[in-house]
């Protein structure tokens, strides 16, 4: 739901707020599309480490997912080994899969957190090299500034 100032409130102008909402879509979006990609790339030539002119990664942590059926779990229930309540609280279920048949509002509710975690990339820069974040600001700032730029930008489709 899109952001709106009420009529009476007090309103500042805050620059920085633009290279904020950036940064956010481009961790939201498309960080996640280039780690993605990263990962499928490592699995395909079976490595754990990559590198380029400037950084170096590695695929750290996770293990094979192993999973009970749920369905077999479920016969224990009708054959009376297993209680309702003990299946609801061993069973978790795929969100992909629930897509199919819920929407995405509707599976943000029913959401519950674990801490677990799977595998990451862990990316950090080789010796000498290093990123001027202010001149990335800079340049950020100037492409926000041209709104034409920031309109003609490529959304994905959702």
């Known amino acids: ?11 500042v102008h805050v620059e920085s707020l ?10 939201e979006t498309r960080r ?19 590198q ?11 293990e094979p997912t192993t999973f009970v059926d749920p369905v077999k779990l479920f016969r224990l229930v009708k054959n009376g080994k297993i209680s309702l309540a003990d299946f609801l609280g061993c069973v978790e279920v795929r969100k992909d899969n ?3 048949k819920l929407a995405d509002p509707e599976i943000k509710r029913l ?10 990339l862990q990316t950090e820069w080789k010796p000498g090299y290093s990123v001027d974040l202010d001149a990335l600001q800079d340049a950020l700032i100037g492409i926000l ?14």
Do not use: F, H, Y
């Not at 709106?4 to 409130?9: D, F, L, N, V």
């Open 98 to 100: 629930l897509k199919k």
């Open 18 to 27: 633009s290279i904020i909402r950036a940064i956010t879509d481009l961790a």
């Open 145 to 158: 500034r041209t709104k034409a730029t920031v309109g003609a930008l490529p959304r994905k489709a959702a």
């Open 52 to 62: 380029n002119e400037n950084c170096i990664g590695r695929i750290k942590g996770g």
């Open 111 to 120: 959401l519950k957190r674990d801490g677990k975690t799977s595998k990451s």
């Open 1 to 11: 739901m899109p952001i709106k100032i009420p009529p009476r409130a007090k309103c």
């Open 32 to 50: 996640k599309e280039l780690v993605t990609a990263v990962k499928a790339i490592l699995q395909a030539k079976k490595a754990k480490w990559a």
